[in-house]
């Protein structure tokens, strides 16, 4: 069985309220976007995890593997199973990929040994995983409160638009990114103002991890200018970064700009 699992990317994140245990409340808007990771799962005598493409940590750490160990002591029974990750989506870029990898990898098992978990049971294993993971169960633009795992709908749909991601070569570790954080009350109401056109989101929608990380990395700020520049409708930074993207209006070539980062062109498969 082959899944492909996808990235996201934060339409606007405020940064509410430290907890007692010691994680965020967050408002923003998830929206998936069609970069790709691709999973393989075989029934094989021992469980194993390899990972080609983009450098990740293996073994135990990997989230494919404990998303595996989580179900597997729930469900005895699952196959041992060999799990073959391709890695695209880069790491450390606020988009989500490692997350993304486990929710799928519970959605695989899910099916693959007709587990019949529903998708609020899915979730709830998810939580366990990570704060961004539990999107990926629905996968589909929601609105997110507490820590980022209390779902709402919201209807936003980009699919007219091109959307270009540039992950500079900054890997930035998220826990870190809110350390450095004064969590504030939103000043806008994200879900009214993701109403608005789409030219006026830069006045009112943005990313509280933006300000502390532009000053420490002046090269993410200047990439997010440059997609501006470029003629991009709204820019923003990614979740904690440090992947920069653009929502343009017609497709548009930004190699150019492949001496500040990479660039990547989210395409349907
Ligand atoms: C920045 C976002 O990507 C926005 O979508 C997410 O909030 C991060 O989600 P994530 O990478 O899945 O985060 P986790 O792996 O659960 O947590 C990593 C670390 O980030 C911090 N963390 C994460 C989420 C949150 N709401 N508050 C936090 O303070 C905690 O220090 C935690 O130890
Ligand atoms: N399958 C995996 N893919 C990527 N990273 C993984 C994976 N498993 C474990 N990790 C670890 O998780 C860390 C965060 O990876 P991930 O790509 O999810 O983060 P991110 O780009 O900061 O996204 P976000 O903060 O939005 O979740 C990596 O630095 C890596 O150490």
Redesign the pocket.
């Known amino acids: 069985m082959i899944s492909f699992a996808n990235a996201k990317i934060n339409l606007g994140l405020s940064i509410t309220e430290k907890r007692p245990d010691g994680y965020h409340n967050i408002e923003t808007i998830f929206y998936p976007v069609q970069l790709y990771d691709v999973l393989e799962y075989n029934e094989a005598p021992e469980f194993s995890f390899e990972a080609y493409g983009i450098d990740?940590?293996d073994g135990g750490?990997?989230?494919?593997t404990k998303a595996y160990d989580l179900l597997k002591k729930d469900f005895p029974n699952i196959p041992t199973l060999s799990i073959k990750?391709l890695?695209n989506?880069p790491?450390?870029?606020?988009?989500?990929?490692?997350?993304s990898?486990a929710a799928f990898v519970l959605k695989g098992l899910n099916v693959l040994r007709k587990l019949n978990l529903t998708s609020e049971q899915l979730k709830s294993y998810a939580n366990r995983l990570?704060a961004?993971c539990a999107f990926f169960i629905e996968n589909k633009p929601l609105f997110a409160e507490g820590i980022g795992t209390k779902f709402s709908e919201v209807k936003v749909d980009l699919s007219q638009y091109f959307i270009v991601i540039v992950k500079p070569e900054i890997h930035?570790s998220?826990a870190e990114a809110y350390s450095n954080i004064t969590p504030q009350i939103p000043k806008v109401d994200l879900k009214r103002a993701i109403q608005l056109p789409i030219q006026e989101w830069k006045y009112y929608i943005s990313n509280d991890f933006e300000i502390g990380i532009f000053d420490k990395h002046p090269i993410i700020q200047q990439v997010k200018n440059l997609l501006y520049e470029k003629g991009a409708l709204y820019a923003s930074m990614s979740?904690?970064g440090s992947a920069v993207y653009g929502i343009f209006e017609e497709k548009i070539n930004l190699d150019d700009l492949s001496h500040l980062g990479k660039i990547y062109y989210p395409t349907e498969i």
């Open positions: 990740i940590p750490d990997n989230l494919c990750l890695k989506i790491v450390g870029a606020g988009l989500g990929g490692g997350s990898d990570g961004d930035i998220t979740g904690s």
